[in-house]
């Protein structure tokens, strides 16, 4: 097992905020080579500087990751500057919150599957000579979501349903060369995620997003460093609580799970979020 990813040169994309900017600190506190990726160019500088601090080498390349053209570039530039790629980590991702039938056009569906989907495919797509050079590691940002569906999340949960069987096929492509991927699916996590997801008018949900967070739920840091042991271990997959508890329940009692699904977590949810709009 590879202690330390000192020396190491990592690609993470949505590094601007999160768990990629919790994943960035992590491991520039362990000396890695970082190429940090989003969109937002003035977060993900200081995002950069925070790394350097700690002691890494840090790049900001900004790049909309569902543009394919962006991806390559991020990529080239990551080996001529380090002269190698030893792991990317695909973590950018956005979720629009509506019914199907709400949304106006489909645009912001494909928007959901371009990021979360394309936008891994196509850095590893890019990616793959490189790490195969270096007997690299891919880590994939899925979700709970992409075990277990959710409702008003369809464009999000299909997305990380793709994402879920993109991996699984391409792990047993890419094992011979020494390559591993791992797939980390984390439940509720204190971020940006629920005050950026969009409303079927493409506004996001703002302040009250928050809402959805209680002092139980998992801080970003702590799911870097479950993230970046199970890279370390070159682990299969990670699914965080409650994912293996439900998943094992909806393999006897589907439909118990749905309704637990809407009486234990989305109710409770929106009623935190309805108290926190009306305070
Ligand atoms: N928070 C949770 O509860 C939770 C639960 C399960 C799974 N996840 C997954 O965890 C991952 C990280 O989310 P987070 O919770 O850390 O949310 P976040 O704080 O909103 O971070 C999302 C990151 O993705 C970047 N991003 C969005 N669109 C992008 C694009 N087109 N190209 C490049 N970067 C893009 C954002 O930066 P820019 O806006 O600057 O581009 C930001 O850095 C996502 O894949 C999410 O699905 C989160």
Redesign the pocket.
Known sequence: MQNTFRETAVIV??????????LALRLADEGAWLAL????AG??ESVAGECQERGSRALAIP?????ESQCRPLIQRTREVYGRIDMLV??????VVSTLEDLPDLRLFKQVM???FH?TVQCTYHALPSLKETRGRIVN?????GMLAIPYNTS?VAS?FALMGFSDSLRMEVAHAGVSLTV???????????E?YLDKNGQPQGPSGRAIYTRH??T?DR?AQIVLRAARRRKRQVVMQPGPLALWLKLIAPGLVDRLIISRFLRPAAKRTMDYRQR
């Open positions: 994309t949505g590094a601007s905020s999160g768990i990629g900017r919790a990726a989003a969109r937002n977060r993900l790049t909309d990751v569902a543009d695909n973590n950018a991702g956005i979720d371009d990021v979360n936008g940002i899925s979700s709970l979501g999000y990380k980390i699916c984390p439940s509720l996590v204190v971020t940006e995620f629920h950026r739920t998992m970003a799911c």
